[in-house]
């Protein structure tokens, strides 16, 4: 199977869980747009369903789906959110942020009562790290935080798109740090999110309920212990 199968594969056994009138949450990337083609076809197929999406991009793959769209704050609570994740380990500790949609994502995770990530088999790891931990920053502190993470040994690296700084869809920069020689992630998290300016990391320790991984022979559903 091709890491794509599997992302489809993880997706589809996704959308099970999605019954009708929820309010649902709409992750950002390349496995959770084979979630958003399949909540497409749920809504195509009658199901009234209302969602809130975790990037722009997102938001205009649904409209085109059809998919009726809402702004966070014109509802309560979200039922189930979908998402991908660039790396999950198994305590439910994920890293996130690759494709730069951490802190819409983080906000909807925190406003949701279940959270399923979705993810090919190549995403479980014994230990997180081996993939950069994004970290959003506010341009206006984007030099001084590259400076202290350097000091604190994190290797950052500003996220690029060309010869220019990349962009979040909140207009802020992103430093991806190497964090593979961390064990306490629960201390890094405070630690960070202290510095003023940066405005949120892809450290997602304690919001995952369900893990979908993708597998030859079918898809492997863990739940949190
Ligand atoms: O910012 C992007 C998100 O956190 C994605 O969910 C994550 O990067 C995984 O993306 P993909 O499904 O494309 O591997």
Redesign the pocket.
């Known amino acids: 199977m091709t890491a794509d199968q599997e ?1 489809k594969q993880a997706a589809l056994e996704a959308v099970k869980y999605i019954k009708n009138n929820m309010v649902v949450g709409l ?7 084979h979630m958003i083609e399949a909540v497409g076809k749920l809504v195509a197929d009658g199901m009234n369903l209302t969602c809130v999406p ?2 722009i991009a997102t938001e205009k793959l649904a409209k085109e789906l059809g998919i009726k769209i809402v702004a966070l704050d014109a509802i309560d609570k979200i039922d189930v959110t979908i ?4 790396e999950f380990d198994g305590k439910f500790q994920l890293i ?7 802190l819409r ?1 983080k906000i909807l995770a925190w406003n949701t009562k279940f959270n399923i990530i ?3 088999s190549s ?1 479980d790891v014994n230990k997180l790290g081996a993939f950069k931990l ?1 970290v959003e920053v506010i341009p206006f502190a984007t030099k001084q935080i590259l400076t202290y993470l350097e000091a604190e040994g994190l290797q950052p690296l500003q996220r690029m798109q060309g010869d220019a700084s990349y962009r979040t869809d909140e207009n802020n920069t992103i430093l991806d740090i190497d964090i593979s020689g961390i064990d306490d992630l629960q201390g890094l998290e405070i630690q960070l999110l202290k510095v003023p300016g940066i405005v949120e990391t ?1 450290l997602f320790l304690d919001t995952t309920s369900l893990i979908i991984v993708g597998k030859e022979g079918g898809p492997e559903v863990k739940e949190r212990n």
Do not use: N
């Open positions: 992302k992750g950002t990337g390349s496995t959770a747009k975790s990037s998402d991908g994740a660039d996130k942020g690759g494709g730069g949609a951490l994502e979705i993810a090919d995403k994004p892809g």
